[in-house]
Structure formats: C-alpha cells, structure tokens
C-alpha cells in the first residue's frame, strides 16, 4: 500500500475548524488564508502519489524479467522449425524485438540473452529510451518501423540504424536533407500498402517501382521492402505478393511477418521478422 509522502510544511486544518467555532470574523480570515496555503500542498502531495503509484507500476512490471529470455528462445526455435518447412537456411531471417512501450530494462534483458536487432515506433520514445543504451548494447540496431513523420527525419537519421517506413515523396525528401546535414545514413526499406487499406501508411504496390526511382534521384538508396498485411484474414496471399514484387524490383530484404504471423511470412520468403508480445510479453499503451 503506498503512503502519502510526510510534508514538512505544518497544515492548519484543525486551527481553521477551530478558529471558526469561536470567531465569525476571524475564521473568515483564517479560513481564506489557510485554504490557499493548502492548494500547493494538495497539489504537490497529489503529484507525489501518482509518481509513487507510477514508480511502483514500473518496479512491479519489472521485478521479473525472466520470460524473456525464454521467449526469445521460443521465437528462435519456431522461426528454425518455420525456416526448415521451407527449405530455407534458420540463419537467412534476422529477428527484429520490437520493445515499443517496453522499458529500457526490458530492451537489456533481451540483448543479454542475445537479441540484437529492436524496433521502435516512435521516433519519441526511440530518442528516450535508445541512446543511454548504446555504451550498455555494443553492435545493437535500432529499426523505426513505424509512420514517420517528416519533420521527424532528422531525429530518425540521428537515432535509427534502420528506417522501415518510407512510403512518400515528402519524407523521401526530408530524409535525403537529413542524411546530408547529419553525415550518417541509415538503410531504408519502403513500406508497402500491401493490401490497400485506405487507414494504412504504405506505397501503393503498383507505384513502389516508381517510388524508388524518385528516391534514387534523390540520392537515397533502397535496400527493401516492408508491409503489414490486413488484420483480418489469411496473411499469406500478402506476403506472396510481397515476396513477387521484391524479386521483380531485385530486392531480397523482406520485413514481414509480426507476433502472431510471423511463421507464414517466413514459409512466404521473409528476411525479418517484428515480434514484440511474443517476446516481451503483453503491451500496455502510454
């Protein structure tokens, strides 16, 4: 049970009661004194709980990391047994740990069990969360796999080893002034709208090729392709389409395949693979 933090400052509540009993004209006085005096009591004790509650949350979510390592150990061997299905080499798919919303306790927990490669969403929480790591994550990548906003492409080429969500001509621009003020590029995958839904980010498949051409002249090169197939249904007719339209532009990374997938878009030619849940357990939203 979490007590209230002790102020220091004394609270005259008894005093107004008091004061009041005996006196109109004084408890009117002491009473709109007193009353303010509180409100910055109140308010700070108010704070002090909820950071308290917060700090406890965290400790509590914390106190037990060993389910990731054995997840991770989980995700590795159903990725050998779905690589194997295929005739395909284990060693032919990187695993990228998306530790979005996950600590950075979390994120060491899965390095020390061997994890190299971690996705993050948000460029926000990325740029928290990543850079007091790299001394503790010698050769760790960081992939930013989620939308990414243009006046974020700075900060994406500061913080991302890899950039996951280029889709437009916008931030394809931005993204190529970046990399030259910054001095350092990051490899780039397209994200692929693979199954046209209209509430998703992604390139249209038919105008993917184009789309590289464009980023070509802009001095960008384009290593992959990446897509997140439709929630409902069977996402294996997606990542076929995905795999064709990769061997058509010559492009053989393939980002494909999430937590509860990931084993059907390794049969259909994935070279990456994004678990999050399976690996770091159940996500709770910010």
Same mark, same amino acid.
Request: glycine share 8%; with cysteine; charged share 20%.
């Given at each position: 049970m979490l007590a209230l933090p002790r102020s220091t400052t004394p609270i005259r509540v008894g005093r107004v009661a008091s004061t009041a009993s005996t006196s109109g004209v004084r408890a009117s006085s002491e009473n709109s004194h007193s009353v303010g005096s509180l409100r910055p009591l109140a308010s700070l $004790?108010?704070?002090?709980?909820?950071?308290?509650?917060?700090?406890?949350?965290?400790?509590?979510?914390?106190?037990?990391?060993?389910?990731?390592?054995?997840?991770?150990?989980?995700?590795?061997?159903?990725?050998?047994?779905?690589?194997?299905? $295929?005739?395909?080499?284990?060693?032919?798919?990187?695993?990228? /740990?998306?530790?979005?919303? &996950?600590?950075?306790?979390?994120?060491? /927990?899965? &390095?020390?069990?061997?994890?190299?490669? &971690?996705g993050e969403n948000r460029v926000q929480e990325a740029a928290r969360k990543f850079p007091p790591l790299r001394e503790k994550m010698p050769g760790a990548k960081l992939h930013l796999i989620g939308t990414l906003?243009?006046?974020? /492409?700075?900060?994406?080429?500061?913080?991302?080893?890899?950039?996951?969500?280029?889709?437009?001509?916008?931030?394809?621009?931005?993204?190529?002034?970046?990399?030259?003020?910054?001095?350092?590029?990051?490899?780039?995958?397209?994200?692929?709208?693979?199954?046209?839904?209209?509430?998703?980010?992604?390139?249209?498949?038919?105008?993917?090729?184009? &789309?590289?051409?464009?980023?070509?002249?802009?001095?960008?090169?384009v290593a992959g392709l990446m897509a997140i197939p439709p929630a409902e249904g069977d996402p294996t007719p997606h990542f076929a389409s995905l795999a064709r339209l990769g061997r058509t532009m010559g492009l053989d990374w393939l980002s494909m395949g999430m937590s509860g997938d990931y084993d059907a878009a390794i049969r259909a030619g994935s070279t990456e693979v994004r678990v999050g849940s399976a690996i770091f357990g159940s996500r709770t939203a910010p």
């Amino acid at each position: 049970m979490l007590a209230l933090p002790r102020s220091t400052t004394p609270i005259r509540v008894g005093r107004v009661a008091s004061t009041a009993s005996t006196s109109g004209v004084r408890a009117s006085s002491e009473n709109s004194h007193s009353v303010g005096s509180l409100r910055p009591l109140a308010s700070l $004790a108010g704070r002090n709980l909820l950071d308290a509650a917060s700090s406890e949350a965290e400790s509590d979510a914390m106190s037990d990391l060993s389910h990731i390592p054995a997840n991770l150990s989980a995700v590795r061997e159903r990725m050998t047994a779905a690589a194997q299905a $295929a005739g395909r080499p284990p060693g032919s798919i990187d695993l990228v /740990a998306v530790s979005k919303n &996950f600590p950075a306790e979390a994120v060491l /927990a899965a &390095f020390a069990a061997g994890q190299q490669r &971690f996705g993050e969403n948000r460029v926000q929480e990325a740029a928290r969360k990543f850079p007091p790591l790299r001394e503790k994550m010698p050769g760790a990548k960081l992939h930013l796999i989620g939308t990414l906003q243009s006046n974020k /492409a700075r900060d994406a080429v500061r913080l991302a080893d890899v950039v996951e969500s280029l889709d437009r001509d916008s931030l394809a621009v931005a993204l190529a002034k970046a990399i030259e003020s910054e001095g350092r590029a990051p490899q780039l995958l397209i994200q692929v709208n693979i199954g046209r839904e209209a509430q998703k980010g992604g390139c249209d498949p038919d105008q993917v090729e184009a &789309f590289r051409d464009r980023c070509a002249a802009l001095g960008l090169t384009v290593a992959g392709l990446m897509a997140i197939p439709p929630a409902e249904g069977d996402p294996t007719p997606h990542f076929a389409s995905l795999a064709r339209l990769g061997r058509t532009m010559g492009l053989d990374w393939l980002s494909m395949g999430m937590s509860g997938d990931y084993d059907a878009a390794i049969r259909a030619g994935s070279t990456e693979v994004r678990v999050g849940s399976a690996i770091f357990g159940s996500r709770t939203a910010p």
